[in-house]
């Protein structure tokens, strides 16, 4: 580890600074001050999140809705927009950071476990934080998707398993938990979420036969608070499920089930290596007190004989208690899951106009891997209706074979890890897609810890690529517009007050399309894969777009180490 400060921050950051201590290199036991801190820091974040001209947290504010209310930049001007800043990290690995800005300071994490503090208006590095991993087990490039900032620190899940706290001011480490042991697998390489004093994490390492969960520390100690579990053991209702033919609306499995209830007694401990990463940033909804992510893939990933049942709460939707972290509601959305066509894009919360013209509903929304948004009552978890495919499907659910099946849409999904943004003046949820068909092979294979345990394989099978950018209107599930571009996408995208979305390819492209029509706005071509969700912030009344352009593992998008920062010119001003 160390720590490599270049400038002292001349300006005041913010409020959110206002409680940094110096905790040492283990987390200090909690005192009298803990609870007054904690009320301190989320007052700060709250102010933060009301801020038009900040992005306090992953996806802006605590639901994941990835919209800027900052309308300087809009589709009149749009086509004005010029580079304003550049930073190169040094570290050209696939880059999928999303930045946070507070006080006019930006946090931007890197592959390989580097937070980076920059003057956000000019791109000047403040401070630079690069760990030290130990192993280095993790499944789909070396990277990080974010920090969170939270009562004047800064925090980063590590690939090697464990959660950093630094002082924002100055990179310094304050303390370090271990959150799992890497050589089993497990890796944190999700964006931490802060939230009533507590910094909420979840693990991935479905590929290698982890017991995934999310935990709960406390922000200003680093001690556990809660821990929920992934899988649930057999004292906490068992992960069999209702043994379900088919998903949430009637289609087919495919499954042979009373095969599955004959091998259950030789499969009863399963559960222990049953996977279920958690790969993305929670939402937290602080009325209902909940909080809400989405569950991966159960292990291993192809090979279903050997965990027999639904496999609960893999490939789901999960609400728990915020305070407690206990169970509150799961919406399963693909039972039994042999295909990696789990829940890994970031849960959307939303408000869903009644139909009667009543209260609105309370909604959360999520863009599956299968091809289709989920959309749910999030105080109860009930479905509301699954929207049109945004992406093509074909021989659905067809099992894998020794031989192996073509199925759509592949192991990547339809939307894979990427951050969907939804606009409250469209109403459409704004998601990436990427068409990729793809033969599944199954092959029964041993738990090697740390081998990756897929139990067979997926194969691209030479036919053409692309990627679909879809705007999912989710009052009726209806898709609005789409933009086809010429590969797969994985990133993330941006909706702002302007009318304007923002997207990237992975050829280089920075895109922005009218929010509405979809029509094309403005381009332009970085030196890498543009695969990181954009962010807007402003600085002094001026409105900033940055993206990171590093380029992706998944659809091995040209790599890179840039975070690009734009603009008005002089004439784009409103």
Known sequence: MRSRPTVPLLA????????????????????????????????????????????????????????????????????????????????????????????????VST????????????????????????????????VNRGVAVYGGRVYEGTLDGRLVALDARTGRRDWVVRVADNERGYAVDGAPVAADGKIIVGVSGAEYGIRGFVTAYDAETGARIWRFYTIPSPQEGGWWGKWAAADPFGTPLNRDLAREHADSAQHADTWKVGGGS?????????????????????????DGSVRPGDNLYT???VAVDLGTGQLKWYFQELPHDTWDLDAVSPVVLFDLPSAGGGAPVHAVAQAGKTGWVYILDRKTGRPIR???????????????????????????????????????????????GLHQPMLYKVKPEPLLPPAFWLGGAFY????????????????????????????????????????????GTKDKQFLAFDARSGKQLWRYDASAGVNAPPVSYAVQGRQYVAVAAGGNYQINAPRGDEVLAFALDAGGAP
């Not at 956000?120 to 070396?142: F, I, M, Q």
């Not at 989405?294 to 990933?301: L, M, Y």
Request: proline share 8%; with cysteine.
């Open 315 to 317: 490939a789901s939707v």
């Open 111 to 142: 592959p390989l476990n580097h937070v980076v503090a920059l003057d956000a208006a000019t791109g000047k590095k403040l401070w630079e934080y690069a760990e030290t991993l130990s192993t280095t087990v993790h499944c789909c490039g070396p």
């Open 386 to 432: 699954r929207s049109d495919p945004f992406v093509p499907q074909a021989n659905l659910f067809a099992r894998p074979t020794p031989g192996g099946v073509r199925m759509l849409p592949g192991a990547n999904g339809g939307s894979e890890w990427s951050a969907p943004a939804y606009s409250p003046a469209t109403g459409y949820l704004y998601v990436l």
């Open 12 to 107: 005041l950051l913010s409020a959110l600074f206002a409680c940094t201590t110096g905790a040492g290199e283990h987390p200090a036991r909690h005192d009298r001050t803990a609870s007054a801190k904690a009320g301190q820091a989320e007052r700060a974040l709250r102010t933060a999140m009301a801020d038009s001209a900040a992005w306090p947290s992953y996806g802006r504010d605590q639901s994941n809705q990835r919209y800027s209310p900052l309308s300087q930049i809009g589709t009149g001007n749009v086509a004005r927009l010029r580079l304003a800043w550049t930073y190169h990290t040094g570290i050209p690995h696939a880059f999928e950071a999303s930045p946070v800005v507070v006080g006019g300071t930006m946090f």
């Open 278 to 302: 958690v790969w993305q940033a929670p939402a937290v909804d602080r009325d209902l007190g909940l909080v809400i992510f989405g569950v991966g893939n159960p292990s291993p990933d192809l």
């Open 460 to 503: 691209s099978n030479g036919e053409p690529e692309y990627g679909l950018f879809s705007a999912v209107d989710l009052a009726t599930g209806k898709i609005a517009w789409q933009n086809k571009v010429k590969d797969p996408m994985i990133g993330g995208a941006l909706a702002t007050g302007g009318g304007l979305v923002f997207t």
